[in-house]
């Protein structure tokens, strides 16, 4: 998967800091980053359930799909990527139609991999912060 920006985007728009300040918020001093646990998680992950979601969809397993969106939607949630996972949601609800309800909808699985490479950028630059 490509680690360039697919469009032009302001980076520090792309997460909702209330969902990265309520991590921040459970932290221990002294413990290990939390945030940074919960961020390296999520990119270890996530990557593999966007491919997932590709190949389910070009395999027409709309139960996969269903699946592979939902995870993504709510691991993306948990990081602030509310952008990323309302795309999930509404392919999750698609599929949840059947297959033939996914038809025609290659653009969008194709645009959620698209924002999963920005979201990367952005956490990975929330990382270095």
């Known amino acids: 998967m490509s680690s360039e920006v697919p469009e032009e ?3 520090s728009t792309v997460l909702d800091s209330e969902a990265l300040d309520t991590i921040k918020s459970l932290e221990q001093p002294g413990m290990p980053s939390l945030l940074e646990r919960v961020i390296n998680t999520y990119l270890e ?3 593999p359930i966007v491919e997932q979601l590709k190949d389910r969809f070009a395999a027409n397993d709309a139960d996969g799909v269903m699946h592979a ?3 993504l939607k709510s691991s ?3 990081v602030g990527a509310k952008r990323l ?3 999930c949601a509404e392919i999750e609800s698609y599929s949840r139609e059947g297959i033939e309800a996914l038809s025609g909808l290659d653009e969008r699985i ?3 991999a698209e924002e999963f490479v920005i979201v990367k950028q952005a956490l990975h630059s929330e990382l270095k912060k």
Request: charged share 20%; hydrophobic share 30%; no cysteine.
């Open 76 to 78: 993306s949630a948990n």
């Open 110 to 112: 194709t645009k959620i």
């Open 69 to 71: 969106s939902h995870s």
């Open 85 to 87: 996972s309302g795309m």
């Open 45 to 47: 992950t996530a990557e």
């Open 9 to 11: 985007r302001d980076l």
